[in-house]
């Protein structure tokens, strides 16, 4: 397995677009969690999907965020609209119940 | 609220020294606990994983402890290198398999 793959890798984009990250999960890993990580507040869990159902979505900051996961090997991070505030580094991971997790490399965001 | 701490935020030590990190969590109710190294600018690599009913795990340098009633897990790691020289994390799963991460630990080692 090529591990958790997330893409873009990186993102400039300017205050008020859209912006969609991507992420596939290992094969098999039932849970797939949206971190953020900046200097100022560490890694922050957003959301965070079972089976590809949504468990807690209570660290997603505003409702300019949302995120899906429509099959076991695919979830969307969207914002809408980007503020300068979202810059930061997002990352998955993946999991299979009492194993450890694994990361994708992260997309660094940045918001103009 | 699962709140998880590490000490000290940033650590430098001479090559060869044996350290040890920390992480403290609030609630002890806890499924397992990760520990991970990342490397500027680069994603997390996992490290060891404790499950909740374990006391220790090894790996070549690294061993990491759980006293999961104190709510509390340490990284010791041996004969420190240069290449050791990253921020460590460790994160706990507990509640509904909710995954959350420490503040870190900066460690630099000196050649």
């Known amino acids: 397995d090529a591990g958790v793959i997330q893409s873009p890798r990186h993102e400039v984009t300017e205050m008020g677009q859209e912006v969609t990250l991507r992420c596939k999960p290992i094969s098999g890993h039932d849970y797939l969690f949206w971190y953020r990580q900046t200097m100022m507040r560490g890694l922050e869990l957003l959301i965070y999907?079972?089976?590809?159902?949504?468990?807690?979505d209570s660290g997603m900051p505003e409702d300019r965020f949302s995120a899906k996961m429509p099959n076991a090997s695919f979830s969307t991070l969207k914002i809408q609209p980007s503020e300068p505030r979202d810059s930061a580094v997002y990352f998955c991971a993946s999991r299979a119940r009492g194993f450890e997790a694994f990361f994708g490399q992260g997309t660094r965001l940045t918001v103009v | 609220k699962q709140e998880v701490t590490q000490i000290p935020a940033a650590l430098s030590v001479p090559e060869g020294e044996n350290l040890v990190l920390n992480c403290s969590f609030t609630?002890?109710?806890?499924?397992?606990l990760q520990w991970f190294r990342q490397d500027p600018g680069k994603g997390l690599t996992s490290l060891l994983l404790i499950q909740s009913s374990q006391r220790e795990q090894t790996s070549g340098r690294l061993n990491a402890s759980l006293d999961k009633s104190s709510g509390r897990s340490t990284l010791y790691i041996a004969a420190s290198q240069p290449g050791d020289s990253a921020t460590y994390l460790c994160?706990?799963?507990?509640?509904?398999?909710?995954?959350?991460f420490g503040t870190g630990t900066r460690l630099k080692v000196l050649a």
């Open positions: 999907f079972n089976n590809n159902v949504p468990i807690d």
């Open positions: 609630d002890s109710a806890i499924y397992n």
């Open positions: 994160a706990v799963t507990s509640g509904t398999y909710k995954y959350i």
